[in-house]
């Protein structure tokens, strides 16, 4: 079963431009989340996406924004770059069934990484 | 708010020695922690998955337990490899089902 996928692998960009990322979760995960870190915040949280809808969100301006296709992939956009935005974006995906319990309990798995340049 | 630390923040040690990682987290009301390994300019691969109401899990030479009520999980490394030299995260993920990441361990370990 293949990974988690994330493209591109590297993005350069200049201030005020705005980037896409794409994240492809495994086969059969419904929840997608994303993740930033850098070498001064660490690793923070993003949003968390679920059937095509925003399900969790993290304490990041609105300029970072995402969504989930029907399929479970997503994207994560971020409008208006700025300096600090430079980071590896992580996008992790979980199975995270029907069920009650299973989102309590659920395992995430990363892929390998965005990594944006901006200057 | 939840606040997870990770001592000591980096550890240099032979091979073949056996090791201990720590994370403490400030917030006893958990679903679950999880220990990642990061190399250098890669994404994360999970190790391990405690529940709530697990005390540890094994996985070939990685053990790791926890204790909720003192706020504590240790990640152990038996028989350490340079293959092993990586950085070590911890998550744990709260009531806001966010996960809550440690600031990791780096770990050398030297041939």
Request: contains cysteine; negative net charge.
């Given at each position: 079963k293949a990974g988690v996928t994330q493209t591109p692998r590297y993005l350069i960009k200049t201030r005020g431009q705005q980037v896409t990322l794409s994240c492809s979760p495994i086969s059969g995960h419904r929840s997608v989340s994303w993740y930033q870190q850098t070498p001064g915040q660490g690793l923070q949280?993003?949003?968390?996406?679920?059937?095509?809808t925003q399900r969790n969100k993290g304490n990041f301006p609105g300029r970072f924004s995402g969504r989930q296709f029907s399929n479970s992939r997503s994207e994560m956009n971020v409008s208006t770059l700025e300096l600090g935005d430079s980071a590896l974006y992580l996008?992790?995906?979980?199975?995270d069934g029907t069920s009650g319990g299973a989102r309590e309990g659920d395992e995430q798995f990363f892929g390998p990484g965005t990594r944006l340049t901006v200057l | 708010k939840q606040e997870v630390t990770q001592i000591p923040a980096a550890l240099s040690v032979p091979e073949g020695e056996n090791l201990v990682l720590n994370c403490s987290f400030t917030d006893s009301a958990i679903y679950n922690l999880q220990w990642f390994r990061q190399d250098p300019g890669k994404g994360l691969t999970s190790l391990l998955l405690i529940q709530s109401s697990q005390r540890e899990q094994t996985s070939g030479r990685l053990n790791a337990s926890l204790d909720k009520s003192s706020g504590r999980s240790t990640l152990y490394i038996a028989?350490?490899?340079?293959?092993?030299?990586?950085?070590?995260?911890?998550?744990?993920?709260?009531?806001?089902?966010?996960?809550?990441w440690?600031?990791?361990t780096k770990l050398i370990i030297k041939p």
């Open positions: 949280f993003l949003f968390e996406y679920f059937s095509e996008c992790a995906s979980s199975l | 028989a350490s490899q340079p293959g092993d030299s990586a950085t070590y995260l911890c998550a744990v993920k709260g009531s806001n089902y966010q996960l809550i440690g600031a990791g």
